[in-house]
């Protein structure tokens, strides 16, 4: 146990067994949280990783107010903490020896962090990061709605799916993931473990893409969506993500959330438009 009630661990089991719970009780907030640890679960199980990721939780039982992890390549992921709170982790991990390479968190609680950390540390933040969460109220059909269907990709179209994403990646500036994909490490990507969809034309052409998260904790996170800028303007877009969006309910989600970028007015605007609400912002920082 460390001073102002952080407790921090490497079993993951364990660490779900008391922090479970809380990380429910809010699963569009703690989404990223959620599925990054089940992420993290599942490759440890497997001996996929080398070193064992550190995961912390503020207090215990009733008391538990917030939790963290570092991943082992230094993603920091932090769910909502006062300026306070995170001045107490700061000097915590830099205490220990651990070094994040980078913070992810609502955009109050990111901040924070980063600021404490360079008081501990001396290393300057910079921002890299910056979107919007929405969450799915009423699912509202696109209208126009474009001729074709949604249809679930199978091993057939892997090639295009992870060419698609590469491409993704390029138009958001997303180099890990560039990296991972050219290194041929594809499960170690963020898209390793989505469920990916296409709008297809109606004869049979693939326009546009989205993804899932696996439900956890009651949860599905729609990333990536992507249409190639040839193809862009015609509402593949909107229906792909409509068609994603109904099948993760359909599965038992509780909750279907997607993060946004904030300089893109016309996908804000697209996901609002079938349903989506704006309920939080977040941020990320890397420490060169």
Known sequence: MLSDDWHL??????????????????????NMTLTDIEKLRIRGAAGQDAAAPVLGRLGSGSDLRAVCYLTPRGRLGLTPLSAGQTDTLAAH????GHAPATVIADHDTAGAFAASWQRHTGK????????????????TPPQPHPAGRARPTDARDREQVVRWCREFCVDVGEQASIDLIDAGSWDD??????????????DGTPASMAAATPVVGG?????????????????????VTA???RAAAAAGAADVVLFTDPGNPTSNALYQRIGYVRIADFAGYRFP
């Open 9 to 30: 661990t490497q079993d993951i089991d364990g660490f779900l067994a008391l922090a479970g719970d809380f990380l429910r009780s809010r699963p569009a907030l703690h």
């Open 93 to 96: 991990l830099a205490g220990l």
């Open 124 to 139: 300057a933040p910079v921002p890299f990061w910056r979107t919007h969460l929405y969450r799915l109220g009423t699912l």
């Open 189 to 202: 990507s963020r898209f390793g473990d989505r469920h990916f969809t296409f709008w297809e034309t109606p």
């Open 219 to 239: 949860v599905v996170r729609v990333d990536p969506v992507y249409t190639p800028a040839r193809l862009r303007g015609h509402g593949y877009a909107a229906a």
């Open 243 to 245: 068609g994603v969006s």
